[in-house]
């Protein structure tokens, strides 16, 4: 137990370990008192703690502690002030072991109670409080009777204290701090958040209407909305303890602004809403008007209106017809497409904006323009004198008909009944047309009639022949002619080409005919002019038919056909690539002379008159007989086999090459320019023929020089060790004065030849201890080595230094094979 100038209060706090030095620390703070902790120091007996103010550095309080405490406190002290605090580790003796020095400054005083408690919405409470000298922060404690707890430090007066649940009762209380730490806590006091704010939503069910509703809102006993018309100074305020509420008496099309809040039992005015906007519907439309007009040749309603006072925001309008026809807009017009002649219409137009439709407009009837009059008809009961009536239009109050002569001459009728009369002459077109009228305007064009007089006959007329069989007739136009019959009679037949236009074709005649031709002018009212004269033309002359080609020879062909016309020529034509060959005769037939090998033509006859030329007869296609290629070339590739390869031939489709001799022959068959003939016989003398066949199956026989296979290659070859390093080669010949050269292939290369006849030779000075590749070929007439005999390999050993036995270690034939070495001796 130790001694202060004060009050002091003892905590001890036992521990088994041991701190090698002593250290000190503060563990807890109030306004007046200080809490200090430190490690305990091996043989210590007791700590003294003595307090020193930090500005005076006078002995404010000591105390001493036993050897088994390291915590303990120091009190009385001043509020908010800065200390040293030094804990000396003491043995038996009260001598100092160690010392530890820590600074600290105690927490501000005791604060009043907040002075005012208030909410500033349903979440938040603004509290108002006394300032404390040497206060950092504030620490402000809330409370509820539901368990709630919270701590929120703020830095000033007044202070919101946030996130709160909404109409609930809270406890609090506040305490000041600093870097010391903080004051105990004040006096509580107590505060209430109000209620929480309507959740709102609107609409207009008319144009001077809204109805708002909102959800239920606990502990609440009247609710009050507020209605501002955006644009005026109206604001309109009502109170009603429902959850849904109508404004009647509104503007129509303007905005409102609406927001609204709650009251609690203790009559204090919750959190207000959000505004919200809404529109009342538009009004009703006034001052219809309705016109036509006509857009992309299709009658409309042009239909217009206004509004009997400004609206807000965007309109649209809907315009409907009990005829079916629609149109929406966003502007005062509107255009109903299409619409009908004759018809009655009834119109109305609803103005809408987001709040919806409004109230239609009064309906309003109009009455488009009068159809056309139907049922034309013109009647001349005396010449010159026309009448053209008519069927009477619904809603038409008057008439005009439209008469145009065929000189350009124009006229017109007025009338409010169904007919009219006026002058008329012959030999004209009178284009005629009705038009009815209302106070809309006037019908469209209906029907027009033509009234034509007799036409007359028509002059200048002249028949061309214009193809073999085609006859062109022109004249020049009539009066009062609307259509023209032509005639052409050749006394077996009639042909009729009936037209509008001044000019006919008449086709598919008869070849080599005369014909008689008449124009006869014609209207729908008055018939056909038949007094008209006759004009003759003859056709062109039939062409040449059943056409055949026979060869006289390999440069000739008679063409023959069959001869139809009265009188004409016939000309032949052979075209080909080569060019065109021709011949003339007035009778049946003609020959083409001067034709070339392989070539191709289309033979065609043509007949000439003094009428024209007739159509050219069906095509034979003619082909000579085919080329012989030029040149041929036979090279021999093995012993039994030889490439055979030749120039083009104009004309040929395919070839057979042949070689022939007493000893056997061989040919090919190909459509290419070579080939491959085996089965071959060596040093033989071959004639050399070939078959050159058409694509039609001409053939041309062709013989070319001969051919000599060259000599065959040697057989039963043997190399043989003879006197020290000599070797000799001996073979099989097939007779005859055949030369051989023989070559040796290895580390040295060895040759040697023979003289006609002879089947053997020797190589001397031959390296041992090698393998050799040896080929005997014989020699052409030129010297030149055949390249096609196989080659043998040999092992030459060696005895010492000389040539020791000679091993046959196969044969290799140009591909490279080789076979199982023999050996020989």
Known sequence: ?????????????????????????????????????????????????????????????????????VMGTVTPLAPNTVYDFTVEALDGDQLRLDVAVVESSTAPPLMDPIQKVKPMDSETLIVEFNSVTGATHYIVRVQNADGFYREDTVYSSPAEIASLAAYTEYTLSIMAGNSGGR???????????????????????????????????????????????????????????????????????????????????????GEGSYYINQTTRPPMPVSINVSVVMADDLAGLSVSWELDQLVYGHIEYHVISDQNPTCNSTSSLCILSPVGCGEMHTIQVTASNEAGPGHPSMPFDFITFPCPPESLAMDEPVEANCTLSWDTAPYADSYMAYIKRGDGTEETCNTTSNNCTYHCQCGYTHLVSVFAFNDAGSSPQGPVINYTTVPCCPEGVAVTLVSTETLEITWAPSQGAELYETRAADGSEVILCNDTAPVCALSDLGCDSPYSVVVSPCNDVSGCNRACG?????????????????????????????????????????????????????????????????????????????????????SETLETEPCCP????????????????????????????????????????????????GCITCGTNYTVTMEVHSHSGRSANCTYQGFSSSACCPSGIKLYRTAENSLRLHWRTAGGNTRYAAEMFGSSNYTCTTSAGESGCEVADVQCGEVYHVIVSPLTADGSKVSFCPQRIYSVTCIGSDVGTVIYRGKRSVAEQTPAAIQHT
Request: hydrophobic residues 35%; neutral net charge; contains cysteine.
């Open 183 to 269: 004051s105990q806590p004040s006096l509580p006091a107590t505060g209430k958040t109000v209620l929480p704010p309507l959740q709102l939503s609107a609409s207009s069910p008319s144009n001077d209407s809204i109805v708002v509703s909102w959800d239920l809102v606990d502990d609440a006993v009247q609710y009050t909305l507020s209605v501002y018309e955006v644009g005026s100074n109206n604001t309109v305020t009502q109170n009603t303890t429902s959850t849904d509420l109508t404004i009647s008496g509104l503007d129509a099309g303007s905005l409102y602004m609406i927001m609204g809040y709650g009251w609690d039992p203790e009559q204090r005015k």
């Open 534 to 618: 006759a004009h003759t033309r003859d056709t062109a002359p039939c062409m040449p038919t059943n056409m055949q080609l026979n060869q006289k020879n390999s440069s000739c062909v008679t063409v023959s056909w069959t001869e139809n016309n009265r009188a004409a020529t016939s000309s032949v034509s052979a075209v080909g690539v080569e060019g065109t060959h021709t011949c003339i005769s007035s009778g049946s037939s003609c020959d083409l002379t001067g034709l070339p090998c392989g070539s191709i033509y289309d033979v065609t006859a043509v007949a000439t008159s003094a009428a024209g030329q007739s159509l050219p007869s069906y």
């Open 1 to 69: 137990m130790g001694a202060s100038k004060g009050l002091v209060t003892l905590v001890l706090l036992y521990i088994c370990t041991q701190a090698a030095a002593l250290t000190v620390s503060v563990f807890a703070t109030t306004s007046k008192s200080k809490t200090l902790r430190w490690t305990r120091h091996p043989g210590a007996g007791s700590y003294l703690v003595t307090v020193r103010e930090k500005s005076s550095s006078a002995v404010t309080a000591f105390v001493q502690f036993g050897a088994n405490t």
């Open 630 to 677: 030029v040149s041929l070339t036979v090279d021999q590739a093995t012993q039994a086999m030889t490439n055979l390869s030749w120039s083009h031939a104009p004309g040929a489709y395919s070839f057979m090459a042949s070689l022939w001799s007493p000893r056997g022959h061989a040919r090919c068959h190909t459509q290419d320019h070579h080939c491959l003939v």
